[in-house]
């Protein structure tokens, strides 16, 4: 049995982005683009597209990458072993 709101929610989002949003969209556009510029400038995203990468590399020169070790992969050995 599924709850009311499970099925509620979806379809109202799926009316919502399919017919509302088309229309609704280039009305308010105009509004909300100077307030998300103002919480979140250029900046702020060419930061953090740029850490992954700078993680990744200091991942690889540590010696650890995909939690791997300097001393080779982590192997579990097997307790019941005959």
């Given amino acids: ?3 009311i709101p499970c099925i509620v929610i979806p ?3 799926w009316v919502y982005k399919r017919f509302l ?5 280039p009305i308010i556009s ?3 683009t100077p307030i ?3 919480f979140w400038n250029k900046a702020a995203v060419d930061q953090t597209a740029a850490n992954p990468t700078d ?3 200091a991942a690889e020169c540590n010696g650890t990458s995909n939690g791997s070790t300097a001393n080779g992969p982590k192997t ?3 307790k019941k072993a005959d």
Avoid at 21 to 25: H, L
């Fill in 1 to 3: 049995m599924v709850c």
């Fill in 11 to 13: 379809v109202l989002l």
């Fill in 21 to 25: 949003e088309p229309y609704i969209y």
């Fill in 30 to 32: 105009p509004i909300i």
């Fill in 36 to 38: 998300i510029r103002r």
């Fill in 55 to 57: 993680q990744h590399k």
């Fill in 76 to 78: 579990v050995t097997d």
